[in-house]
């Protein structure tokens, strides 16, 4: 510009001294060398280093990230061709939403109306229904069984209209998954397509209620010169899928996949642009599937859904307590019943532990479902507090189901279940434990004690411990269920064990 500028004031002076014409031709030479300089840089294909964490792009290789810092998370990438025309094409079949600003007192808060997904789980963790318009993503490791919980999903809402875009599965293996699940809907359409403008193409001649693209890595545009699954694809395809459902009001459904490393198409690039964050989690090898809400435009982020795989598909698991119990542990030590709440839900989980002595030099520490630096932290309390020299022993610990709960009220369920293993005695079946312990050995107050113990005693639980501060202003004659309140970690040993 300022280049320009400079060319405009000589041509004045030019043709102050030589007349018009003159300066036009003196002018024109150095006009077109710049003109063919622009066309060169356009030709080149301009690549660009890319944070695989946060997608920031940089000129060079930065070994740490400046915006998110992390380290080595840099890749190349072709980046976009600047094309000025919108992504979305013109939805002639929708009633397409222009933006106009509105008063604030003229906003209609009670307009939203959701969708009911026919399904528990998912209406709690997506926050009572899908929002029309929003943009969710559904993450989790391959295998994990995310496309099974989409078309189950899809398949139990015969009265949408839904279009599910596979570039992943072919109709016939769709076909033949539909069939594994036992439902089938009448209104359930499948496109095999990856390109995003034949995608919009589609859309707008199938008119859905909702859009489903299964998965977003395999899904590419022609605006973006990168692979499918790079980050500035995946970037570009997820703001125009964005743009669609905001401008459609058609809630669109991304399935995304992380990987153990999470370096592939950075699904934190994702989470950035998307409204709703689910995470579908679990071991491949237990049957339990969690899907947890990671970020969530339209409500609470702490909701939880507990789905059971089967053969048949996944089942929901209304009422978790009751599959987190081992049926009958009646005489086995090393077991302990925890009160624990995640979202906002209470379930009683099952709590193992198992002390051995440690066969091979250094003492084997491991914790599955649970922070193991936390454990360590509730091993050298107990060490502290209760003399009992873990040392040179094995210690492992596992929360029942394969969950992964962060609920600081299960600490005293922790090490309970390492005592009684220790100790070789088992506690009583018919008693529950919460509490947060400190490291004096304090047991520390917990939040909503009062479902928790709620819990306990509509699962047939006699007794529960529970921290001594939880106990002010809290009615508990009109309970049915033995309330314990402790404030050392010393006096729950002495309830637990005698
Ligand atoms: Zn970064």
Known sequence: MQRYDVFLECANVFAFFFGKRL???????????ISYKHKQMAAKTKTAFVCTQCGNDSPKW???????????????????????????????NFDTFHSKPILLQEIETDAEVRMDMNDLELNRVLGGGLVPGSL????????????????????????????????????????????RLN??????????????????THINNVKPDLVIV????????????????????????????LKFAKETGTPT???????????????????????????????????????????????STSELGIYEMRQDGLREVNNPSELLLTQNHEGLSGVAIAAAIEGVRPFLIETQGLVSTAAYGVPQRSATGFDIRRMNMLLAVLEKRAGFKLGQKDVFLNIAGGLRVNDPAMDLSVISAVLSSSLDVTIERETCVCGEVGLSGEIRPINRIEQRI?????????????????????????????????????EAFRELFG
């Open 23 to 33: 300066a036009i031709q003196k002018l024109a030479l150095p006009l077109r060398k």
């Open 62 to 92: 930065l070994g740490k990230c400046p915006v998110c810092g992390e380290w080595n998370t840099y890749v190349e990438e072709v980046i976009s061709k600047s094309t000025p025309d919108n992504i979305v094409p013109a939805m002639s």
């Open 136 to 179: 969710v993503l559904i993450g989790g490791e391959p295998g994990i069984g995310k496309s099974t919980l989409v078309l189950q999903t899809v398949l139990k809402l015969p009265q949408y209209k839904t279009l599910y875009v596979s570039g992943e599965e072919s109709a016939k293996q769709l076909k033949l998954r539909a069939e």
């Open 183 to 200: 439902t089938s809907s009448e209104n359930c359409f499948i496109v095999c397509e990856t390109n995003l403008e034949k995608i919009f």
């Open 214 to 241: 299964d998965s977003i890595q395999t899904v590419f545009t022609d605006r973006a010169e990168s692979s499918p699954g790079s980050i500035t694809q995946v970037r570009e395809c997820s703001a125009g899928l």
């Open 253 to 299: 459904l991304l399935i995304g996949h992380i990987n153990k490393d999470g370096n592939i198409a950075g699904p934190k690039v994702l989470e950035h642009i998307v409204d709703t964050v689910l995470q579908f989690e679990g071991d491949q090898h237990y049957m339990y599937r969690i899907l947890r809400n990671i970020k969530n435009r339209f409500g």
């Open 454 to 490: 709620l819990e306990a005693e509509k699962l047939g639980f006699k007794r529960i411990i529970i921290p001594q501060n939880n106990l002010k202003g809290f009615d508990i004659k009109r309970l049915q269920i033995q309330i314990k309140a402790v404030k050392k970690v010393e």
